[in-house]
């Protein structure tokens, strides 16, 4: 562990199921940690856990190198950032803000340049992996920015991930790579889910597809992951399907200003869109299954036809 590591002060906004695994990672890594979220439970779970709570963002991140920030999307960031008690103001000079969010690499750089103007570093830095990796340490982290924005980051990054991808000098490229990843797991989420679910209608035995397709080619990563959840019944969200309905949509939007088509991304943001107008836009992503079986009137485990 270097004596940055041990020596460092880091802040965490938000505390949600990736960023308290990641605020927890940090404690581990030998930072002091504060951190802040909107729900005050959670602080305060947080401060049990050996951390700091703070009241607002800004008081999380006053005399902080590192300011970590685990939001949903653009517009929360830039709040987090810019906002009533936001942190661009109470950051000293010098030190890194960590964008963790999925957003429109336009906005990570539009972002940046008003914070930097400010002499603070932006690391645009995308995660992936869950919030079980998040617990572990583990995370994969598409990351970009200056050097001197990776160098100030380089504690809490070594704390936070098993991989990092260090994708360009400017923020935006990190960006970018996420969404060409999100574009592939919501696709792969939705054909999984749109063959598992035809599967039923046929009366297979799930149970058995499972272990077929997870050992021949048509298998994928989310297709191992997501259709556990379908054969035990569980939706229980570790990933949302309004997830996708945002990141698809970014994808949409990406591809219309680009002039460049991506009807299959298209057709997988409409089934997430249906699920979640049915009811279920909270519920776990693998949840697009049970659109399929209700509108097909197949049975799926836990869910029996109606």
């Not at 054969?231 to 990933?239: E, I, Q």
């Not at 997988?268 to 519920?283: I, K, P, V, W, Y």
């Not at 949840?287 to 836990?302: F, K, T």
Request: with cysteine; aromatic share 6%; proline share 4%.
């Amino acid at each position: 562990m270097t004596e940055a590591a041990r020596t460092g002060r880091a802040a965490v906004i938000g505390l949600g199921s990736m960023g308290t695994g990641m605020a927890l990672s940090l404690l581990r890594g030998g930072l002091s940690v504060a951190a802040f979220d909107v729900n005050p439970g959670a602080v305060a779970r947080f401060a049990e856990g050996g951390g700091h709570g703070a009241g607002s963002p800004a008081d999380a991140a006053a005399g902080a190198d590192i300011v970590v920030c685990v939001v949903v999307n653009a517009a929360q960031t830039e709040a987090v950032l810019f906002g009533t008690g936001g942190v661009a103001a109470a950051m000293p000079e010098g030190a890194v803000f960590v964008s963790c969010a999925t957003m429109d690499p336009a906005l990570a750089r539009d972002l940046a340049a008003r914070l930097e103007a400010g002499g603070r570093h932006f690391l645009d830095a995308p995660i992936s992996g869950g919030a079980t990796r998040a617990a572990e340490g583990a995370l994969t982290i598409l990351a970009s920015g200056s050097r001197a924005a990776f160098d100030r980051a380089q504690p809490a990054l070594d704390a936070m991930a098993a991989k990092l991808y260090r994708l360009g000098d400017a923020p935006g490229q990190g960006a970018a790579f996420k969404m060409i990843n999100q574009l592939l797991a919501g696709v792969h989420i939705a054909a999984a889910c749109e063959a598992m679910s035809f599967a039923a209608k046929q009366g297979l035995d799930l149970a058995k597809v499972y272990e077929v397709i997870t050992a021949s080619a048509g298998n994928s990563w989310m297709f191992e992951n997501r259709m556990k959840h379908v054969l035990d019944g569980d939706y229980t969200p570790r990933s949302a399907v309004e997830i996708f309905v945002k990141d698809l949509g970014i994808v949409q939007d990406m591809a219309r200003a680009e002039r460049f088509p991506v009807p299959v991304a298209a057709a997988a943001l409409q089934m997430f869109l249906m699920t979640a107008g049915s009811g279920m836009g909270r519920d776990d992503d693998a949840s697009v299954a049970r659109l399929y079986a209700q509108v097909a009137g197949a049975s799926l485990p836990g869910h029996p036809k109606k």
